[in-house]
């Protein structure tokens, strides 16, 4: 597994591999955004899409692309005081979906199994909850390497 998984996003090249994964035609893309198909080569080559470009291309190969910039920010956004305390209630609507993908607890996981990070700094760098961690750990059987 990658060591900086999410680090650096080139959505195009991850629209490029899913595409070639499941084998779905330069043409037949084509035809459904009603592009050129060079249109559709050329958006392979860019780091960055737009969101109705990307929301397009998730429907049309049945994966959710923002995800991938949902885990970045899982696990690369600095630390910041939270600036609401406790007891308030936030106003705006909340919904709760499984945050972590299987992508990424793999990835905490083979971190954790190499001996590449221990479960503290796994806890303070990526502000994964320790009981989420040692859930994890315990479900999947995982035992560092150095163990």
Same mark, same amino acid.
């Given at each position: 597994?990658?060591?900086?998984?999410?680090?650096?996003?080139?959505?195009?090249?991850?629209?490029?591999?899913?595409?070639?994964?499941?084998?779905?035609?330069?043409?037949?893309?084509?035809?459904?955004?009603?592009?050129?198909?060079?249109?559709?080569?050329?958006?392979?080559?860019?780091?960055?899409?737009?969101?109705?470009?990307?929301?397009?291309?998730?429907?049309?190969?049945?994966?959710?692309?923002?995800?991938? $910039? /949902?885990?970045? !920010? *899982?696990?690369?956004?600095?630390?910041?005081?939270?600036?609401? %305390? &406790?007891?308030?209630?936030?106003?705006?609507?909340?919904?709760?979906?499984?945050? $972590? /993908?299987?992508? !990424? *607890?793999?990835?905490?996981?083979?971190?954790?199994?190499?001996? %590449? &990070?221990?479960?503290?700094?796994?806890?303070?760098?990526?502000?994964?909850?320790?009981?989420?961690?040692?859930?994890?750990?315990?479900?999947?059987?995982?035992?560092?390497?150095?163990?």
């Amino acid at each position: 597994m990658e060591n900086m998984l999410y680090k650096e996003i080139h959505i195009g090249e991850l629209i490029k591999n899913k595409v070639e994964e499941i084998e779905v035609t330069i043409r037949h893309i084509a035809e459904v955004f009603k592009i050129p198909e060079n249109a559709v080569l050329e958006m392979f080559e860019k780091p960055e899409l737009s969101t109705g470009e990307l929301l397009k291309w998730s429907k049309l190969l049945r994966y959710d692309f923002f995800r991938v $910039y /949902s885990q970045h !920010l *899982i696990l690369y956004t600095p630390q910041y005081p939270n600036p609401v %305390k &406790k007891n308030e209630k936030s106003k705006s609507m909340k919904f709760r979906k499984n945050i $972590y /993908s299987d992508e !990424l *607890i793999e990835f905490v996981l083979e971190l954790v199994k190499t001996g %590449k &990070k221990t479960k503290q700094e796994i806890v303070d760098d990526y502000r994964i909850p320790k009981t989420t961690l040692y859930k994890w750990i315990t479900k999947h059987q995982v035992v560092s390497d150095l163990e």
